[in-house]
């Protein structure tokens, strides 16, 4: 997602991290395992679940011709932000009948229950299905100590698999993962790292695997994942 990076040079394209990279083996049906670029496993690898997301900076992206099996769209921001495209994503990905998840894009400056609300909100003002995932997107610390994003993580995280049952992901860069996430484990994480080749990603901070893997933001957010499209449904709601 990257949407403050986004924010602040909307010209460029990936400016953080570069190069590409991929997700590799399951070991567990939630997860998928690094694979060690010169061990035999990496012959080895399984076919990968192709995935894209998106935000209100592509509202007309189209679903219908993209060869994507995931797709994972923003919902909201902060307190306060809706994204505009969010309805006709969600609609679209419906019609396409493949994974489709919902993202929220936090501020740690903020009451992390309030953002959780104001996310569930959103999600709940649309159809839901079987399979449906939930994740919390978390770039920045608005001047928040480690202590404090970490603490605001786990309390959004929380409250948002007490409301719905949903154990939802945790999507960040490698790095800040790293600094950020101690304790998030039993959250699946999404990871960004665009500098690793494919599959090649070590799961940051005290995850042991990781999920979804995005590889590049170019010339949309692209994903991958290890897990087939039903495993990546056991991962979102139970029913409708």
Do not use: C
């Amino acid at each position: 997602m990257r949407e403050l990076t986004r924010r602040l040079t909307l010209s460029a394209a990936g400016a953080l991290l570069a190069g590409t990279a991929a997700l590799s083996g399951a070991t567990a049906p939630a997860y998928a395992s690094p694979v060690e670029p010169d061990s035999a496993q990496a012959a080895q690898q399984p076919t990968l679940t192709y995935g894209q997301d998106v935000s209100n900076y592509q509202p007309q992206h189209d679903w219908a011709a993209s060869p994507a099996q995931f797709g994972i769209i923003k919902a909201t921001e902060g307190t306060d932000f809706r994204d505009a495209a969010f309805a006709r994503h969600w609609s679209e990905l419906g019609k396409k009948g493949i994974v489709r998840g919902a993202y929220h894009y936090g501020h740690p400056a903020n009451d992390p229950i309030a953002e959780a609300e104001h996310f569930l909100s959103m999600v709940n003002s649309q159809s839901s299905q079987p399979g449906d995932l939930l994740v919390l997107d978390l770039e920045t610390t608005d001047g928040k100590s480690v202590e404090e994003v970490n603490a605001w993580a786990k309390a959004w995280l929380s409250h948002v698999k007490a409301e719905t049952g949903v154990t939802p992901m945790f999507y960040s860069g490698w790095n800040f993962a790293d600094t950020h996430g101690k304790g998030l484990a039993e959250y699946p994480l999404w990871v960004a790292h665009y500098s690793k080749p494919k599959g090649m990603v070590t799961p940051p901070a005290d995850w042991k695997t990781w999920t979804i893997h995005q590889y590049s933001d170019s010339p949309v957010d692209q994903n991958v994942s290890a897990l087939s499209p039903d495993e990546l449904r056991a991962l979102g709601r139970a029913s409708a």
